[in-house]
């Protein structure tokens, strides 16, 4: 009896892992098939308590392998560039620009699925279905400042992100006016610096 259980151990433990690597399979072809990607985006971020504790509006560009540019218009502008080497955060308001490098910006950081193609990248997450259009991404190391990344899609491709922090806030991110595998030119992802900006580069 014994041995009869822990066979089934074994088979639902494969089962499990099966279903786990079909998943992240899954969500690796809808994300393959996103060479772009262009939205305007509102985001609402909660505390523990479901308290509504920041919002903001802004613009997203995106474009595979490794480039991001996450533009808040309000209330703060700010700019955020991954040009695939090094992250840059624009401060208007301060008028500062942190530089680090990008393996930095992005560890154990499940938003890294967005823009990459590498399996050992992905070999660092694991990936659920939740829905049939929904998946949640979580790093398998510990230490990261997202615990987890939720993504869902409709009929026309990627249409929301959910992410929790370590700090247990959630930020709920929609998108609209949404371009799918349009040409986006190089310079959108290009850090414009004014000479009269403060620069703290923390790359090794």
Do not use: C
């Not at 009896?1 to 074994?10: D, H, I, N, R, T």
């Not at 371009?179 to 310079?187: G, H, L, V, W, Y």
């Amino acid at each position: 009896m014994k041995s009869l259980f822990s066979g089934a151990l074994v088979a639902l433990s494969f089962f499990s892992v099966s279903a786990l690597a079909n998943d992240a399979e899954a969500l690796k072809t809808k994300l393959a098939g996103l060479e772009s990607f262009k939205a305007a985006f509102t985001q609402s971020v909660t505390d523990e308590n479901g308290e509504v504790v920041h919002e903001a509006t802004g613009n997203l560009t995106m474009a595979r392998p490794d480039k991001l540019r996450w533009e808040t218009l309000s209330p703060d502008e700010t700019v955020l560039i991954a040009d695939g080497s090094a992250v840059w955060h624009i401060d208007e308001w301060v008028e500062q620009v942190t530089v680090m490098s990008q393996a930095q910006a992005i560890d154990n950081n499940p938003m890294v699925l967005l823009t990459s193609n590498d399996d050992a990248t992905w070999q660092q997450y694991t990936v659920n279905a939740t829905q049939p259009n929904s998946y949640t991404v979580s790093a398998k190391a510990e230490g990261g400042q997202i615990r987890t990344l939720s993504l869902s899609f409709d009929d026309k491709g990627l249409a929301n992100l959910i992410m929790l922090d370590s700090q247990g806030q959630q930020s709920a991110i929609n998108f609209s006016e949404r371009e799918f595998n349009t040409p986006i030119f190089p310079s959108a992802f290009i850090a414009d610096v004014p000479e009269s900006f403060m620069v703290d580069d923390q790359r090794p």
